[in-house]
DNA sequence: GCTATAGTTGTGGTCTGACCATAGTGGTCT
DNA sequence: AGACCACTATGGTCAGACCACAACTATAGC
């Protein structure tokens, strides 16, 4: 057995491999950790140190207890860990703000498009439009939906990469874009128009046209960040983290 | 102290706050574990699965040994988590192939147009371009630099975001990719059209067609998969995997 | 006999202490 | 001056112990 990769390493790739040779599927559970522990012949220490990556990247959840609902469990649910990975990158300027308002921009012109194109299953689009127009929500509350109708385009869609790509670059922001909220001068005037902006552009998916769609989507996202200039990162006074400082390696 | 969430989640809590109060910046040293450990009144177990998962998320690098190099540094390399994420979540049936692919190239046709219209610096592609030319790479040497070469293009429009979900899609479907090349009829008239497909891309964004480079890579890569039938998840024979299996919740 | 309560068991969550491997550091001997 | 060797600090790993929790089970009380 070569151990020159770490002993969590084994573990990772052990589990890898029976879930792309379909010995362990979604739902399915996984040994508990003393067994996985003794099976691979390293500690549980190890053992725990992979299933705790697992967990973040959103391939198992863990519960305690006794019974068949407790133990680690295979889920798939890859927004949690894209999220994750998002938000941590932003914090350490591995992302800057502004590399993701442009891939959100990118991505969800392209999702307007498709849908206005290809359609799909608006309806919980529309249910949480409807719940955007009531005039009691907060700046909070009110953000807190207008990100979940921004993936829900992306749900309607049927990508789930592009669903999951989605939901990470809105939470790994989501601090900037209420920080930016506060700054503006009219908050009112502003969720007006977004709610409208809103409106229009799931009309324009329903109405099959793609072009409109698009640039609808664009506008309303590049608007909110001219509107509320969004900032550079703060934490970072050097110059070179503005352009690409590719090493070239 | 509320421990209700879990120990190793306060560490992890903990280095990202001093990741966003920018007293932790990349190069920076984290302390030593068993400190870390005292510090937060945690057990060096706990610290150890926060790390591991800040690890793999591309995060922070660690080193044994002593002296100014050894121990955790902060990096921000989120290509390799990125990969990690995607690979492990095709594995696990959570990201569908095809979704990969329709991600891939819709990522790729707006990094192609963006390149045309805004300019970069392609030298890296253009190296890359000519070390495909030679005819004694195998399948996956050629296979490993085409890989590189798109890589190349999402890195040269300057969007850290965009390389690196580019870089993990890639690897995500690496070994699809090979597989496909293998059921080829012909490899040497499928890679010469590939180079020459590449030679076109790189022309027509030289040239500032926007249009053409956005069609030309589009056709590249979706007339790759359509001439290898790549398959759809092989271990997952039920039906519903096939169109977004969204359970509304 | 049925129900309520109190063990029992199996699981993850955590901590402690120990040991090893590695890589710098510095001192010592030639 | 140079080569060698112990020392030290660090991550990597393991073993064992204990706790918290949830399901199951046996027993006591009615």
Redesign the pocket.
Same mark, same amino acid.
């Given at each position: 057995m070569a151990?020159s990769p770490?002993?969590?390493?084994t573990v990772l790739a052990h589990i890898e491999s029976a879930l792309i040779d379909g010995s362990l599927r979604p739902g399915d559970h996984?040994?508990?950790?003393?067994?996985l522990?003794a099976e691979l $012949?390293? +500690?549980?220490?190890?053992v725990?140190?992979a299933?705790r990556v697992l967990e973040v990247l959103g391939l198992i959840r863990?519960?305690? $207890?006794? +019974?068949?609902?407790?133990?680690?469990i295979i889920v798939a649910t890859p927004s949690g860990g894209m999220s994750a990975l998002m938000r941590l990158q932003v914090a350490a300027n591995g992302f800057a703000v502004q590399d993701v308002v442009a891939t959100r921009l990118l991505l969800e012109s392209a999702i307007a498009a498709d849908l206005a194109t290809r359609g799909g299953d608006l309806a919980g689009s529309r249910q949480l439009l409807d719940a955007m127009q009531s005039d009691t929500l907060t700046e909070a509350e009110f953000l807190a939906l207008d990100a979940q109708f921004h993936v829900s385009l992306a749900e309607a869609s049927g990508n789930e990469v592009v669903a999951a790509m989605m939901a990470g670059l809105r939470n790994s922001i989501e601090s900037y874009v209420l920080a930016a909220a506060e700054r503006l001068a009219d908050w009112a005037t502003t969720s007006a128009r977004l709610r409208q902006e809103h409106t229009h552009i799931l009309a324009a998916i329903e109405a099959r046209d793609a072009a409109s769609a698009r640039r609808l989507l664009h506008d309303h996202i590049a608007g909110y960040y001219a509107e509320t200039q969004v900032p550079r990162i703060p934490p970072a006074p050097l110059a070179d983290s503005r352009l690409a400082g590719r090493t070239p390696h």
């Open positions: 151990d770490r002993a969590w390493e996984l040994p508990p950790e003393r067994t522990a $012949g390293v +500690g549980r220490s190890s725990r140190e299933l863990t519960q305690t $207890g006794s +019974g068949p609902h407790a133990g680690a």
